[in-house]
């Protein structure tokens, strides 16, 4: 089966730092590329960053460019997310998504979500 | 990159149809046939419905259908039944190399 499973979500102080981490199953990890989409309580659906598959590339979205990095170790099927200077702004679900193929801008398998919460 | 406008809320009745519209620009949907649509009941995670504009992936109804236009694009949902209603977000991919989505739209089946 297919499947994304998220991790490292909890609470953190504005300016504190966080990595998640998105471990893949039932699919050749190295040739998809993966997302990050974040959503606020209550919110809508933002794309945070993707990690090509084929390629390496990487982007961001400019309300976390510089702040976030997001990064893939292909040998432990996984991707991360090291998230600094973190703001109340940045609390949401985070979840991790799987290309349709190669580096398409398309989802078609989502992990569960892992919740972010910045607070004092 | 703003985000795609849809409207906030539809709604409609069991067995009838139903099209929710995501309006984007020239550097967006009107630039790429890399238009998705995405189902999300509360609580879970989205669900894909349609990708490049048109295409349904395999397992999903042919209730679904998606279309384009210029700088806009449609989803269609005939026939609605009772677990239609979720929350419903179109995504384009951009000039940037980003994607964008829409702020979603909530559809009541009445």
């Known amino acids: 089966e297919v499947q994304l499973l998220e991790s490292g979500g909890g609470l953190v102080q504005p300016g504190g730092s966080l990595r998640l981490s998105c471990v893949a199953s039932g699919f050749t990890f190295s040739n998809y590329g993966i997302s990050w989409v974040r959503q606020a309580p209550g919110r809508g659906l933002e794309w945070v960053s993707t990690?090509?598959?084929?390629?390496?590339?990487?982007n961001y979205a400019d309300s976390v460019k510089g702040r976030f990095t997001i990064s893939r170790d292909n040998s432990k099927n996984t991707v991360y997310l090291q998230m600094n200077s973190l703001r109340a702004e940045d609390t949401a679900v985070f979840y991790c998504?799987?290309?349709?193929?190669?580096?398409?801008?398309?989802?078609?398998?989502w992990g569960q979500g892992t919740l972010v919460t910045v607070s004092s | 990159q703003s985000a795609l406008t849809q409207p906030a809320s539809v709604s409609e009745s069991p067995g009838q149809s139903i099209t929710i519209s995501c309006t984007g620009t020239s550097t967006d949907i009107g630039a790429y046939n890399y238009v998705s649509w995405y189902q999300q009941h509360p609580g879970k995670a989205p669900k894909l419905m349609i990708y490049d504009v048109s295409n349904r992936p395999s397992g999903i109804s042919n209730r679904f259908s998606g279309s384009k236009s210029g700088n806009a694009a449609s989803l269609t949902i005939s026939g609605l039944q009772a677990e239609d209603e979720a929350d419903y977000y179109c995504s384009s991919y951009t000039s940037s190399g980003t994607l964008v989505f829409g702020g979603g739209t909530k559809l009541t089946v009445l």
């Open positions: 990690f090509s598959g084929t390629g390496g590339g990487t």
């Open positions: 998504a799987k290309a349709v193929r190669d580096n398409h801008p398309t989802f078609d398998i």
